[in-house]
Each structure stands twice: as C-alpha cells, then as structure tokens.
C-alpha cells in the first residue's frame, strides 16, 4: 500500500499480536507502513503479519521478549537490515496483575515492571539509536494507561510502571526533540481485550465483574481496540508534527469523572 498517512514508513509494534497492538498494526499497514509484529509468542506474530499481508499490506513479525535487552536490540537491527530503516515504535506490550500489596511477590513485581516499563525503556533505548544512526526524524508512542494517572486497587507494580512510563515519555521528548525525534503516551483507559477478560476472570462473578466495570464508564461501555488505535495512529502521523511529551488520555471520560 503506497499511499496513506504511514505510506513508506516502517513501524515496529510491540506486543503486536493481539489487542491494542493488533488492531494497531492492521490500521498501520492499511496506512502504508511497513510493519513489525515485535513479541512473544511467535507463531500469533506470523498469524497477524500473514493476514497483513494477505489483505495487501507489507508485515513481517519478530519474536521479541521486550524485557530482555538483547532480543529488543536483535529486532531493532533485523528491522533496519529488513526494511532499511526504522521511522516508528509503539511500545505497547504489557501485563497486568490483580495482587494485594502482600500477595505482590518480587515475581509479580518483576514480571510486571520488566515488561510494562523495562520493555518501553529497551524500546526507546535501540529505536533512538537507530533513528540517530539514519540522522533520519522518528516517533515513538508510549503505552501509558489511566492507571498512571489515577489509583486501581490491587494492581500497585502495573500503576507504578504506567506512570513511570509516562513520566518516562516527558523526559525523553525533550531530550530528544533536538534529533527531531517525538515521543508521546497514549493513556488508554479500560479497553476491550484478553486484558481486562483475564482480569475479570479472575473475579468470582466474572459476568457482574464486566457489568460493574462498564458502568464505571461515563459512556457506559469500554473503550474498543479501533478507538484506541485511531488515536495512537494520530500520535503516529504528522497530523500530530508539533505533539510530544504528551499523553494522549482516550478513556471514555473516565478520569474526568
Ligand atoms: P493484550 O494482552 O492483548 O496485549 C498485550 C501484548 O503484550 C500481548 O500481545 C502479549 O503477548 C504481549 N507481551 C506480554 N509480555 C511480553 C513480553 N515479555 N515481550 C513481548 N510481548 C509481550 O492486552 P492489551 O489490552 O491490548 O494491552 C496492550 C497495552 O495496552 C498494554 O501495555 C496494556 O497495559 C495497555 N493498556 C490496556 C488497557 C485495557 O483496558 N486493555 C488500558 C490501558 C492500557
């Protein structure tokens, strides 16, 4: 597809193969870029960027553990040798939990600030160098969530590393406005996804769970994965050429409330 709002860019999307990442990657694609399904596990990768392709887009997938540096630096470089370049990363992966602070184990803890803020700090950390290497402008988009803005019981570590990745976004747009490079968070707040289903299977009424968490919403449902994608497609774009060090909240109302 030569022609879109991404047409000859190359995006990677981390976290890619379901979710927010998927539908990110398919509105990409359907806006000319070429795009990296970056995560874990491979073969849900190779399903989304072969059905990518089928559809007429350009799409490969990486398997890229976003905590493990190396891996994040192997599917920087494989994208670049690839592709020729790197001008867009949605870090996106993520993982929640539903722990009280004592039942919130050094494991729990880990596994979610390793990926969840660890992964974008990997993300950004090869993507820049990339991008300055080329001497070429590049974007990236941060997932951040409400959770960075406002408390959730039970998900102490997944509010700690939201809000460290937003504070994060601030700190490098303007470290790295000079190389114009913009960076930015999308602050999606409860979205329809295998998430936030988990999370409610988790919950002795899974059915009443859902029920309660719609109506904690202004609009009365949640966010879907295309709204989401739209706004992390503007942040993307140049329609958003002077944005950085924003974070974009696409939450329903919630937080106003
Ligand atoms: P999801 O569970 O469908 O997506 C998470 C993705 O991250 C999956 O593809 C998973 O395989 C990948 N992933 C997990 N560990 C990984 C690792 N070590 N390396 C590479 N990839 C890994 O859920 P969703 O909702 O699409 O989440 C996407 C992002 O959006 C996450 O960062 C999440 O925290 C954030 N978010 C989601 C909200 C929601 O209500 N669904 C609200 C606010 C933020």
Redesign the pocket.
Known sequence: MSEGKLAGKVAIV????????EATARLFACEGAKVVI????QD?GERVARSICDAGGVAIAIE????NDKAVGAMVSRTVEHFGGLDIIFN?????HDTEITETTDDVWNLVVD??LK?VFLGCRHAVAAMRERGTAGVIVN?????ALVGFTKRSA?CAA?GGVVSMTRALAIELAPYGIRVNAI?????E????RDLYDLQSDPVAAKKAHQQRQPFGR?SS?DDIARSVLFLASDDASTMTGTALVVDSGYIAG
């Open positions: 981390t976290g890619g193969a379901s979710g927010i990442g970056a995560g874990i596990p849900a890229t553990d976003v905590s996106n992966a993520g993982v929640a990926v969840t992964g997932s951040g969530s409400t959770a997944y939201k602050v999606p707040g409860a979205t996804t295998a998430m936030v949640l994965v």
